[in-house]
Every structure is written in C-alpha cells, then in structure tokens.
C-alpha cells in the first residue's frame, strides 16, 4: 500500500466538508480553534509513518482519553470492572442522567460521560497520583514523552462540569463512586484535556492493534482477550449515537472527540488519527469520518 499516495487522495476529497460543520463551543477553550484544520496519520506496526497536513498540529484529544483510562482500569480490575460500568451502546446523549435513573447508577457502557467518570473514579482508587499515572501511561504507550494536558482546556471543563458533577453525585448516591466528587472531577478534566497530535494519537493506540502489547517496549498491557474486549468497546460505542453508522461506513474499531479527533485501528496491522475540527450533529468530526470512510474503501480492508 503506498501511503502517502492514498492520505493525499483522502486529503484533497474531505477538503471541501471544511466549513459544514461546527466546533465545539459549548467548551469556551475550543472556540477558537482554527475550523479548517485537517490532518490525518498513519503508524504501522511494522514501523512505516504517512502523514498530511496539520497531523503534527496538537489538539485537544476531549472523549478519545476515555480510551487510556479504560485500559489502565482494566487491566487493574479485569472483569470486576464490569459490575460498576456496562458494555452495552446507549442510544441516548452521552451526558445523559435519565439512564441511570433507570439502571440504578450503573452507565451504560465506558465511553459515555457517566461511565468514563466511573473508570476515572477507578484510576483514582488505584494511583496515589492519578493525572501523572494517566500522563505516564499516554506517552508510554505514544512512545512521547514531551505529552502534557493543556491546562486552559482543564479549566474550561471545569467550569462547564455542571452535569458531569451531576451525574458523578448522582452515582455516588448508588454507590458507584468512591472518591471525592471534586477530584474526580478534576482528573476527568485534565486527562480529556490531555494536548496530542495526529501521530501520537495513532502511536498511542497501536497497543491496541499489537492485541494489548505496547510495541515501542513489548510490555502487555492488556491480554489480548481484553484488548479484543476493548477494541469491541470502540467498535459499539466509541463514537457516541454514530456508532452504528460509523461501523457501517467505516468498519473499524474507533474512538471520537469532540475535539474533533478520530483514531481507529486495524487489528495487526495499523492505527490511523484524523482531526478536523468541526463536527457533524453527533459531535464526531464531519470530515474525519469522510476519511476514514474513504480510507477504507480505498485501501479495502476493515475488520469485515
């Protein structure tokens, strides 16, 4: 396959979805990010790297840390983890409080705002210092260590964490957390304003590609059992209500942000991070979908 061919293919046909979406200004600190802004990475397992445009331009990675906190937690827990947060698409808005009103505190899976808040909660009950742990596991697994979470970003999503902290107390009230609202909250604020390019973003998930081993030091991270379980996760749930769409028209285990970041990967052989700012209606990046769709169609290969 050659790479750089086909990234500058997808790159010149998902330019003109630049200027139909919009960006994500319900968190002040991404306002002002430049909305035609597109880059897209490849790493191969076999340690081949193609990139385009503003792939070396850093971003808020938002809903895509949910990811590394999910892994850190699992491999604590195995599946313990399973009795606090479930595995199941949740068909409603990801910061949603009606849900557990019904499941009794229990998310619906990982990757909504009220599971992710639990998995965080987890890290916090595992690591006396859980944002160095988070910083230390995202440049382990990137193979970077100049990884840092941008602080405006912390702080701007804390100062819009009223239905997070509601839904964090909500489950405190079930008994589905454990540490002090207030930190927790802090902690999910920081790790989803963790600051990472396109290439980090598709290095940092090659672990999940290599079946749970980091391939930058042969560490497990996970089983493979778990990274199948984990990747799975992505394919069901990661990228909110599109998820469904998202594997019909991709075909690939995968992870969004509304920082307009998408990863994906191909078991074996690769990950592949594509950001453009601006988002469709289910707050996933318009043009990044388009490229992950083209990607796969050109290079004819998904997990299908």
């Known amino acids: 396959m050659d790479c750089n061919k086909i990234l500058e293919e997808i790159y010149n046909e998902v330019k003109p979805f630049l200027g139909k979406g919009r960006l994500a200004d319900y968190i002040p600190a991404l306002s002002s990010v430049d909305p ?163 290439l980090d973003m598709a290095r940092s998930f090659l672990f999940l590609a290599n079946h749970g081993t980091n391939p930058f030091n042969g560490e497990k991270i996970l089983s493979r059992s778990q990274a199948k379980r984990l990747n799975a996760l992505m394919l069901t749930c990661g990228c909110y209500d599109e998820s469904g769409d998202f594997a019909f028209r991709v075909g690939l285990p995968g992870k969004s942000g509304v920082g307009g970041g998408i990863v994906a990967i191909i078991p074996g052989e690769m990950a592949i991070a594509v950001w453009s700012p601006e988002l469709n209606e289910f707050g996933n990046s318009l043009a990044g979908v388009e490229a992950l769709e083209l990607f796969t169609t050109k290079y004819e290969r998904s997990i299908f």
């Open 36 to 198: 035609n802004s597109l880059g897209i990475a490849i790493v191969g397992l076999d340690g081949c790297e193609c990139e385009i445009g503003d792939a070396q331009t850093n971003f808020s990675v938002q809903s895509i840390s949910k990811v590394y906190t999910l892994a850190m937690a699992f491999s604590e827990y195995g599946d313990k983890l399973w009795s606090s947060v479930g595995k199941e698409p949740s068909g409603n808005p990801f910061n949603s409080l009606v849900q557990l009103e019904h499941e009794n505190g229990i998310p619906r899976n990982p990757f909504i705002n009220a599971g992710a808040l639990v998995i965080t909660d987890k890290v916090l009950s595992t690591c006396k210092r859980p944002k160095s742990a988070i910083l230390d596991f995202v440049r382990k697994v990137s193979d970077n260590e100049d990884i840092y979470f941008d602080k405006s970003v912390a702080e701007s999503e804390k100062d819009e964490a009223s239905r997070n902290l509601a839904l964090a107390h909500f489950m405190q009230s079930f008994g589905n957390i454990e540490n002090d609202v207030d930190r927790l909250i802090d902690v999910y604020s920081h790790h989803c304003a963790l600051s990472m390019n396109c």
